[in-house]
């Protein structure tokens, strides 16, 4: 059997603006997975709908760190965040 290669140049922007919000969200979801991009909105919304507040902005920034560091951070201090954690 012939084997054929092909290319296919596609323009980023034409191709996310083809792209339904569901098709969006899946695309978010494979890049949040991969490590490359991490998701300050709830799924399904656009960030112009219902812009972060400052407080909303800060907790996700802790959240992202928290998050990049949990293979750093010591026995005691993952303790005192489960405990935290674990009045709510």
Do not use: H
Not at 9 to 27: I, M, P, Q, T
Not at 52 to 77: A, F, H, T
């Amino acid at each position: 059997m012939p084997e054929f290669d092909t290319y296919v140049d596609v323009d980023v922007e034409k191709f996310l603006s083809a792209c339904s919000r569901r098709e969006k969200d899946e695309l978010i979801d494979i890049l949040e997975e991969d490590g490359w991009v991490k998701r300050i909105a709830q799924r399904g919304t656009k960030s112009e709908d219902q812009p972060p507040s400052i407080l909303e902005i800060e907790w996700q920034e802790m959240c992202n760190k928290l998050s990049d560091i949990r293979l750093r951070i010591s026995i005691d201090d993952e303790e005192i965040i489960k405990e935290v954690l674990m009045k709510y």
